[in-house]
């Protein structure tokens, strides 16, 4: 199964669901391809190689593709010095990277960002994923699921919280305190939750470093580049939930503060490296052996107070949503589809755990042979990534079946039928 993880995060400025139409305006597109190259060009040394190529720019609400190359069966049309053509409505529109076409592509989704730096950034970002293999990491995005728990959470805001008193020291002793205290809560996180820390170094490995990369390559001055991390590490903590898109945040910030030391510490990163050890020794950072007590002593320094409260609330509020997800996926009769070809894009920021059951996705579309499912009010995936949950269907025309916030397309081939033992429904080839 391929899987393209669409990551619309705040992070990038970007919401595909429930997003306002903008008018395109196209003769702009040269420009940000021409921008993007320039700053590759000046990137070059961050990776000793030219980030620079293959970009598809996507309308979501079109299909509408606006791209810098041309693609093997040339249906991609050469128009005002950039190729533009229609993308298939099978194909999932996301930001990531993609086989297409004979191609490796990143793809953007449009509208790009109105600030310059955002806008390389992004763009930067996802054209690293593009050329990633070639750098030996791998592609993996493994949810940290014990980031949507009361202590995970705790332990990550904490340790946010003090990378952002770490950004702003002016003195290299008051930095290290900072990042001290962030590495022991960030250590004691991890043994809260076995397997923890394997999960984020993962995504630290694969997100982590793509925005590390896409916020070197933007080219802010120090003073923007600050006041950027802080800025999107504050806009991070209103994300309905944590487990996909912490790294965007963790990784830039300590690649900043160990680039003023040495600007290619990234080179000496590999697909097998532990990213939290190899910070803790580039930064000279001595960890307590008692974790918990160092934790909890240093918390009140960093709203810790208020976090304990607020991680509280939302710990009620999530156990009645479970509740009430259990019921409409699990136990109430329900259509369940499996998977046979799959290809899938979400919203990371606000998906929701569900112990072993699966993760609830709110907003989710999903292609596969039996056609296209679009939902905008909650799915359940299995763990394994075998097949889908969605409420009982309420309106069937043809091909096409609906039910409480989705949308089934069915090919021509594929029909639903109830199982009269369980009452659930299925999608079966006629």
């Not at 669409?6 to 997003?19: H, K, N, S």
């Amino acid at each position: 199964m391929k899987i393209i993880l669409r990551f619309l995060c705040l992070i990038q400025g970007l919401f595909l669901f429930g997003q306002q139409s903008e008018p395109i305006n196209s003769d702009t597109i040269p420009t940000y391809f021409e921008e993007i190259q320039n700053a590759a060009q000046k990137g070059f040394k961050l990776w000793n190689k030219n980030l620079y190529g293959s970009i598809l720019l996507v309308d979501p609400k079109t299909q509408q593709v606006y791209s810098n190359e041309p693609n093997a069966d040339n249906s991609l049309q050469l128009q005002n010095k950039i190729y533009t053509g229609q993308l298939p409505d099978s194909m999932n529109i996301a930001n990531t990277s993609v086989q297409w076409s004979g191609k490796n592509w990143a793809m953007i989704m449009l509208p790009l960002p109105e600030n310059h730096y955002e806008r390389v950034n992004l763009l930067a970002h996802e054209l690293f994923h593009r050329t990633q293999p070639s750098l030996g990491f791998v592609q993996s995005n493994k949810e940290s699921n014990h980031l949507d728990q009361k202590d995970g959470r705790i332990y990550l805001r904490l340790e946010l919280e003090a990378l952002k008193k770490a950004i702003n020291s002016d003195s290299e002793k008051e930095r290290k305190i900072h990042l001290a205290n962030a590495f022991i809560f960030r250590k004691y996180r991890n043994t809260l939750f076995p397997n923890s820390a394997t999960f984020e170094n993962q995504l630290e490995l694969n997100e982590g470093i793509a925005e590390y990369t896409g916020f070197i390559i933007s080219g802010r001055n120090n003073d923007q580049a600050k006041k950027h991390l802080i800025s999107s590490i504050d806009t991070f903590f209103s994300n309905p939930t944590y487990v996909r898109s912490f790294a965007y945040h963790t990784v830039p910030v300590y690649g900043y503060l160990l680039s003023l030391k040495n600007n290619f510490w990234n080179q000496e990163v590999s697909a097998n490296t532990n990213i939290t050890d190899f910070f803790i020794k580039k930064f000279d950072i001595n960890i307590p052996v008692n974790l918990k007590g160092a934790a909890e002593k240093n918390s009140n320094r960093y709203n810790g107070i208020q976090i304990l409260k607020e991680e509280q609330v939302r710990e009620n509020k999530i156990k009645k949503q479970i509740i009430e997800y259990q019921s409409k996926f699990i136990e109430q009769p329900h259509l369940e589809i499996n998977f046979e070809k799959m290809n899938v894009s979400f919203d990371p920021r606000n998906i929701l755990p569900i112990a072993d059951k699966g993760i609830v996705y709110p907003n989710i579309r999903v292609t596969d042979n039996w056609g296209i499912l679009e939902v905008k009010n909650g799915a359940l995936m299995s763990p394994d990534w075998s097949k889908i949950s969605v409420s009982i269907p309420t309106k069937t025309e043809e091909q096409k079946v609906e039910g409480d916030g989705w949308t089934l397309l069915l090919k021509d081939r594929y029909t639903i039928k109830k199982d009269e033992k369980t009452n659930n429904y299925r999608i079966i080839k006629k």
